[in-house]
């Protein structure tokens, strides 16, 4: 099995039963200023959810490009990615709970479709809470397909529930599918929603069966809906058998050559320091690449999508030097990227001049950027190792990024390097201050920071929310 086939074999079987294939949109939410990326199928359909009639029909299925940004710090685990692409299928106010629990469950097992040992498989559904009632139907359904009641969790809102937070509006529990990969587990108390690895969460079956009102009281929703999404490369390293999405022909290319132009070998190991590099640069020059050759793709800027882009490109320039690299080398990977997808997405081809110049220029920039910030840093840290608290002020962290552009990451994770911390909400105050002197009445200048890396904790499905919420952070006001 290979990814395209994958992708054809997800549509194919809910072509079968009767869904329309719908083409995916762009990464860059369109006629929706409040977010600032696609992160989920579910994203560019939100109206139809709410009832407008889709063009198509009531049976959707579809492969949608996807940038979470709020799960960069997982980046170099075995299967979270800043980019990845989305499986999913929609009933809009057709079929509900058991008729896709049994095709989940038809789709997982059946040697026609993906054939994975129903033994390896677990699910989560909603325990239920003060306000809304425990998912007893899904588990019944599990059963009823043949998932045995040991391999059925009950879990909380954290894990299993859909929904903006604190909004009103549709909303309800899902149910996650898990494969156990068989490596030894973290605890006894290991089970799926466990973050060591054990068990992978490849699908989630989202049931919008409330509608919540203003008084927190949850009423049966009108048109209720399916919404589900499956993961790409997740999917495919298990179903090959391979340990992790790098080791699957969606990463290999990419490491390939950045091993030849680190001359580092990409061991694979996750206990090498290097391992983790590799993986984010990899990640990362594939999100960006993605990002700019998008037909609504975007330059490195400091505003909006442009930032998180700009953040991403040098981060990857940060970590290559982890591996050695010194020379300019993300064009020639975004080649490897463009290569990949040109099948798939061949709209990107087009944009391919458009890549190479902004990432020239941005590499560049950032290479004389991080030269001179390192060097003020270095000349810092004699009187830094002093301060018995081994802190960093936020002034000095901010001088470095007002007088010459480092970002605040960076000097983190430099003062990490030599067991340094930096005290981050005394920088957030400068920089505050700052904004409100210079940038007075400016567009939306993003916090000295990053928020890409601050979002990590949310646990919402909703594209809509996760976003929402990754802005408030960065524009500060929450
Ligand atoms: P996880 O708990 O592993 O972070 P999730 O619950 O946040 O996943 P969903 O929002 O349910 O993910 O998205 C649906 C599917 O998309 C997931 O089941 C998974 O297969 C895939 N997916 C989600 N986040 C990522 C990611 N960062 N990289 C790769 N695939 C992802
Ligand atoms: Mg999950
Ligand atoms: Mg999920
Ligand atoms: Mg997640």
Known sequence: MNAEQLRQI???????????????????????????????GMHPLVPYLRGEIHPAGKRLVNIQKCIRTGDIESVGDAYHLTFFEMMGNWSLGDYFKQEMIAMSYEFLTSPQYLGIDPALIHVTVFAGDKDVPRDEESARYWMQAGIPEERIYFLGREDNWWGPAGQTGPCGPDSEMFLDTKSVACSENCRPGCSCGKYVEIWNDVFMQYDKQIDNSYLPLVQKNIDTGMGLERTLYLLTGKKNVYETELFTPILRRLEEISGKQYTGNDADVQTRA???????IKAATMIMADDKGVRPSNVGQGYILRRLIRRAIRYAKKIDIEKPFLVDLADIVLEMYRDRYPEMMSRKNFVHQELQAEEEQFMRTLQQGEREFIKMLPGLLKNPQREMSGRLAFKLYDTY??????????AKEHELTVNRSEFEQAFEKHQNTSKAGSDKIFKGGLADDSITSTRYHTATHLLNEALRRILGDG
């Open 10 to 40: 997800f549509i194919n079987f809910f072509v079968e039963y009767k869904h329309v294939e719908i083409s995916g949109r762009s990464v860059i939410p369109e006629n929706d200023p409040t977010v600032l990326f696609t992160t989920a």
């Open 278 to 284: 590799f993986r984010v640069i990899a990640d990362h």
């Open 405 to 414: 552009g480092f970002p605040i990451e960076l000097t983190e994770e430099l």
